[in-house]
C-alpha cells in the first residue's frame, strides 16, 4: 500500500509532467489520470508510478506516430 509520500500534489505532478494543473485536473474529470484525494485535506493527490506510465506511454506513441506518419505521406504520393 502506498504511503503518503509516495503521492504529489497537483502543483508537483504538473512540473513532473510537464505540463499545467488545469491540464492535470482535465485528465482526472475525464478519466485519463486517477486522483486520489488526502485524507484529511481532500486536495488531488497522483502517485508517482501513475504519472510514470503517463510519461511512457507518450514518450513511445510519438516515435511509432512519425514512422507512420512517414508511410502514409508515401503512400499518398504513390510510393515515392
Same mark, same amino acid.
Given at each position: 500500500?502506498? #504511503?503518503?509520500?509516495? @503521492?504529489?500534489?497537483?502543483?508537483?505532478?504538473?512540473?513532473?509532467?510537464?505540463?499545467?494543473?488545469?491540464?492535470? *485536473?482535465?485528465?482526472? %474529470?475525464?478519466?485519463?489520470?486517477?486522483?486520489? %484525494?488526502?485524507?484529511? /485535506?481532500?486536495? *488531488?493527490? @497522483?502517485?508517482?508510478?501513475?504519472?510514470?506510465?503517463?510519461?511512457?506511454?507518450?514518450?513511445?506513441? #510519438?516515435?511509432? /506516430?512519425? *514512422?507512420? *506518419? #512517414?508511410?502514409?505521406? #508515401?503512400? %499518398?504520393?504513390?510510393?515515392?
Amino acid at each position: 500500500m502506498p #504511503k503518503l509520500n509516495d @503521492y504529489l500534489s497537483v502543483g508537483e505532478a504538473a512540473d513532473y509532467l510537464g505540463c499545467s494543473t488545469d491540464t492535470l *485536473r482535465r485528465w482526472d %474529470r475525464s478519466g485519463k489520470l486517477i486522483a486520489h %484525494r488526502h485524507p484529511m /485535506t481532500g486536495f *488531488r493527490l @497522483y502517485l508517482k508510478e501513475d504519472l510514470d506510465t503517463i510519461l511512457s506511454g507518450v514518450a513511445r506513441p #510519438k516515435a511509432e /506516430t512519425r *514512422r507512420g *506518419r #512517414k508511410s502514409v505521406r #508515401k503512400a %499518398r504520393r504513390g510510393g515515392r
